[in-house]
T-cell receptor
Framework: EAEVAQSPRYKITEKSQAVAFWCDPI?????LYWYRQILGQGPELLVQ????????DSQLPKDRFSAERLKGVDSTLKIQPAELGDSAMYLC????????????FGNGTRLTVT | QQQVKQSPQSLIVQKGGISIINCAYE??????FPWYQQFPGKGPALLIA?????SEKKEGRFTISFNKSAKQFSLHIMDSQPGDSATYFC?????????????FGKGTSLLVTP
């Protein structure tokens, strides 16, 4: 079964440093999401792409976070500078275009900011 | 702002018992209600989903009950097994112009004892 690929699996960085996460969605999935999951909480949407266009980035802290999906396939999420409160699991998900197409999640990148 | 409220936070059930997790929402525009299962170190995976035009949906040992007037829905796991031990998230979304992103509850940690 096709999977959403994410890397790295784990990332430890010092505060004020830059960090980037990469996601490769399931082939053919036009919609891509980045979610943040704080330990013990549910995932919260950061940004949603439809092909290469941003559909919703209302919850993305744009002063330090950026996301791109240049060719409408894989995507990168960047944090600069990282803060202690950014420690969380960053999950990428993808879905086919369609109102109730199920989301398929990757296994995430666990970020620890020291 | 938590748009989907989930309870209980944690649940311990004996093998063979019934696990019940409840969720409530306020936004009447929500029209799709999935449940996700997450094992440690993994991303959430779709378990079962329901639309508000039906009151119940069953897939194997998993059943969603939906009460539109009360704006509540629940997950029932019949004949619970140790392998069901995981974190369960309810979610909801509306097909608004802002996109089709899911709003997740905070999760329920289920432990099924032998």
């Amino acid at each position: 079964e096709a999977e959403v690929a994410q890397s790295p699996r784990y990332k430890i960085t010092e505060k004020s440093q830059a960090v980037a996460f990469w996601c490769d969605p399931i082939s053919g999935h036009a919609t891509l999401y980045w979610y943040r999951q704080i330990l013990g909480q549910g995932p919260e949407l950061l940004v949603q792409f439809q092909d290469e266009s941003v559909v919703d980035d209302s919850q993305l802290p744009k002063d330090r976070f950026s996301a791109e999906r240049l060719k409408g396939v894989d995507s990168t999420l960047k944090i600069q500078p990282a803060e202690l409160g950014d420690s969380a699991m960053y999950l990428c998900a993808s879905s086919l275009q369609g109102v109730n197409s199920p989301l398929h999640f990757g296994n995430g990148t666990r970020l620890t900011v020291t | 702002q938590q748009q989907v409220k989930q309870s209980p936070q944690s649940l311990i059930v004996q093998k063979g018992g019934i696990s019940i997790i409840n969720c409530a929402y306020e936004n009447t525009a929500f029209d799709y209600f999935p449940w996700y299962q997450q094992f440690p170190g993994k991303g959430p995976a779709l378990l079962i989903a329901i639309r508000p035009d039906v009151s119940e949906k069953k897939e194997g040992r998993f059943t969603i009950s939906f009460n539109k007037s009360a704006k509540q829905f629940s997950l029932h796991i019949m004949d619970s097994q140790p392998g069901d031990s995981a974190t369960y998230f309810c979610a909801a979304k509306s097909n608004s112009n802002s996109g089709y992103a899911l709003n997740f509850g905070k999760g329920t940690s289920l432990l099924v004892t032998p």
